[in-house]
């Protein structure tokens, strides 16, 4: 992976080049899991859904990865940059002997993720680590896992090399190739 990339910002007096290096799974991982969506029950059935900003932790992940010449940026800039710095888009899985595939793309290039398929015990434990769900007296606060992914990742496809976003995706993807053709085989019908 490159060491500095330039995310292009749209201000009122034009477009801003914001020097950054690529985040560490570390800054990653703690940038992810302040993602907190937070599901309130109203009563009669009715709930509420919210998703909190992560504005804060963009601004000090940003500032963390901020590289020589880099302005100073408020939340919404840094969480915009953040946003882009860790897009990635997953094309379809691919499943053939035991093995899985996927192309990744991502701001560092295209790359082919292939990995073995996880035991039952790996796709437990991500399962019941993935997300982490608190009980709240009138509601549910949800709360990803991000170090999850990276970990089925290492097991599964050791010599992979993936940001964390990245990661995630691509686990989710291939946990859900796995869950959509255990039901196709056990359908009786």
């Given at each position: 992976m490159e060491d500095r990339y330039v995310i292009e910002l749209a201000r009122p007096d034009g477009i801003?080049?914001?020097?950054?290096r690529m985040p560490t799974a570390d800054e990653w991982v703690t940038f992810l899991k302040a993602n907190k969506t937070v599901r309130q029950s109203l009563g009669r059935g009715r709930s509420?859904?919210?998703t909190r900003s992560c504005g804060p932790e963009a601004l000090l992940l940003y500032g963390a990865i901020r590289q020589g010449g880099a302005p100073d940026l408020d939340e919404f800039?840094?969480?915009?940059?953040v946003s882009a710095l860790g897009d990635a888009r997953i094309g379809e899985v691919e499943r053939e002997a035991g093995r899985l595939a996927?192309?990744?793309t991502t701001r560092a290039g295209r790359q082919r993720v292939e990995a073995r398929?996880?035991?039952a015990r790996e796709r437990h434990e991500y399962r019941t680590s993935a997300l982490r769900v608190l009980h709240l007296k009138n509601g549910q606060e949800y709360r990803p896992n991000p170090r999850?992914?990276?970990e089925?990742?290492?097991a599964i496809a050791p010599d992979v090399s993936l940001m964390v976003p990245a990661?995630?995706?691509v686990a989710s993807a291939f946990m859900q190739e796995l869950e959509s053709r255990d039901e196709i085989e056990q359908d009786p019908f």
């Amino acid at each position: 992976m490159e060491d500095r990339y330039v995310i292009e910002l749209a201000r009122p007096d034009g477009i801003l080049d914001v020097p950054v290096r690529m985040p560490t799974a570390d800054e990653w991982v703690t940038f992810l899991k302040a993602n907190k969506t937070v599901r309130q029950s109203l009563g009669r059935g009715r709930s509420v859904q919210e998703t909190r900003s992560c504005g804060p932790e963009a601004l000090l992940l940003y500032g963390a990865i901020r590289q020589g010449g880099a302005p100073d940026l408020d939340e919404f800039e840094a969480l915009e940059l953040v946003s882009a710095l860790g897009d990635a888009r997953i094309g379809e899985v691919e499943r053939e002997a035991g093995r899985l595939a996927v192309e990744v793309t991502t701001r560092a290039g295209r790359q082919r993720v292939e990995a073995r398929i996880p035991t039952a015990r790996e796709r437990h434990e991500y399962r019941t680590s993935a997300l982490r769900v608190l009980h709240l007296k009138n509601g549910q606060e949800y709360r990803p896992n991000p170090r999850a992914a990276v970990e089925l990742l290492a097991a599964i496809a050791p010599d992979v090399s993936l940001m964390v976003p990245a990661a995630v995706l691509v686990a989710s993807a291939f946990m859900q190739e796995l869950e959509s053709r255990d039901e196709i085989e056990q359908d009786p019908f």
